[in-house]
C-alpha cells in the first residue's frame, strides 16, 4: 500500500480540523495547547517524559560503552550518542539508506528464549575495530568483505564487551549472547510490527577526531524499568473501576440526534421547480411516530410537540432494546 506524502498532523492541520467540524473554540485551543508534528507511522510506545527519562539510561551506557573499550585496546576511548529513536522492526531492515545486509548482528538477553534485543556493527566498523586489536593501523578497506574468521572472533569478544556494557548501565549481570554472531542476518526473527528502540552511537580513541559506529535495536518493553514505564499499575485497577470509569466517560459524550418526520422521492427536475410556499407530501400519517437517529440508526420513536415556543418531540418508544 502507497503511503502518503505527508503523514504528519501539525497545528495548522489540528485547526483545519476543528475549524471543520464547528469548534468555536478552535482559537483559544491552539494558544493553550502546544502542538508538535505527530508521525502516525512511528510507533510512540514511550511518552515524552519516558524517553526524557530513556536519555539518561543511554547516557550512562555510552560512557560504559568508552569504558569497556578502554580495558579492551589499552587506550583511552570515548564514545558519544548519536540518536536514541523509536521505530517499527520492517523500517529497520527495508532502509535503502543504509547498507545494513552487510552489517554484523550479536542477539543477547538472559536466555535464547528471552532475547532483549541485538547490537548490529556496519562492516566498515566492524574492520576497523578489529584490525585495532590486532594492532594494524592505515586507511579501512572500502571494498566489502567479509571478516576472516580471526577477525569474527575478535568481533565477538568486541561485542560481548559491548553486551557488559549494555549489562551495567541496565543494572543487570545475566545478559549473555544468543546464537553468536550473523552478517547480513539476524540471529533472531524479528516481527515487522515489533517495536524497537535504536540506540545509535560513536567510539572511538580518545586522541583521534575519528569514531566508528555501532547501533543498539533494544524490544521497547525490555526498556520500561530504565524509561520510568510502569506496567503495573494499569493492570492493579480493579476490572469494575475501569467499567465505571469508562462508563463514567461515554457519559459525557456528546451525541446528536435527528428527528425524521418522513421522507419523500422527487426527481431533480422537480426539485428544482420548487418554489417558497410550496407543500410536500411525505411519506407518514400525523399519528404516525418520528424517528430518532443516532449514529444513522433509529433508536427511539416519538410524537412531535412543542415546548417553550420550540419544536420539541415525546419518546414513545425504545426501538431494539435487549
Not at 123 to 147: F, N, P, Y
Amino acid at each position: 500500500m502507497t503511503r502518503p506524502a505527508n503523514t504528519s498532523l501539525s497545528k495548522d492541520k489540528i485547526q483545519q480540523l476543528l475549524a471543520a467540524v464547528g469548534a468555536n473554540s478552535a482559537k483559544n485551543i491552539s494558544e493553550d495547547i502546544e502542538t508538535t508534528d505527530y508521525n502516525w507511522f512511528q510507533p510512540h510506545y514511550f511518552s515524552r517524559d519516558q524517553l526524557n527519562q530513556l536519555n539518561l539510561f543511554t547516557e550512562k551506557l555510552v560512557l560504559e560503552c568508552a569504558a569497556k573499550f578502554t580495558q579492551l585496546y589499552r587506550n583511552d576511548f570515548v564514545a558519544e550518542m548519536i540518536s536514541t529513536t523509536q521505530c517499527f522492526a520492517g523500517d529497520i531492515f527495508n532502509r535503502k539508506d543504509e547498507q545494513t545486509g552487510t552489517d554484523y548482528y550479536i542477539a543477547f538477553g538472559p536466555d535464547k528464549n528471552q532475547p532483549v534485543g541485538l547490537i548490529g556493527i556496519p562492516l566498515k566498523s566492524a574492520m576497523a575495530w578489529t584490525t585495532q586489536i590486532l594492532g594494524e593501523t592505515g586507511d579501512i578497506e572500502e571494498v566489502a568483505r567479509k571478516l576472516s574468521p580471526l577477525e569474527e572472533s575478535l568481533l565477538t569478544d568486541i561485542a560481548s564487551n559491548l553486551i557488559d556494557a549494555f549489562a551495567v548501565a541496565y543494572g543487570s549481570r545475566n545478559f549473555y549472547m544468543i546464537n553468536g554472531i550473523t552478517m547480513g542476518r539476524l540471529p533472531i526473527e524479528l516481527q515487522g510490527a515489533a517495536e524497537l528502540c535504536e540506540i545509535k552511537f560513536k567510539t572511538g580513541k580518545a586522541d583521534s577526531n575519528e569514531g566508528c559506529r555501532g547501533y543498539f535495536l533494544i524490544f521497547c518493553e525490555k526498556l520500561n524499568s530504565v524509561a520510568g514505564k510502569n506496567l503495573q499499575a494499569a493492570t492493579s485497577v480493579p476490572d469494575k473501576d475501569v467499567a465505571k470509569a469508562i462508563q463514567e466517560n461515554l457519559s459525557e459524550l456528546p451525541v446528536e440526534i435527528t428527528i425524521e418526520l418522513g421522507q419523500t422521492r422527487f426527481n431533480f427536475g422537480r426539485i428544482m421547480d420548487l418554489q417558497a410556499g410550496d407543500i410536500l407530501m411525505l411519506d407518514k400519517r400525523i399519528d404516525e411516530p418520528a424517528g430518532f437517529i443516532v449514529g444513522g440508526k433509529t433508536v427511539f420513536r416519538g410524537m412531535p410537540a412543542q415546548s417553550g415556543g420550540n419544536y420539541a418531540a415525546v419518546v414513545t418508544e425504545i426501538c431494539n432494546k435487549k
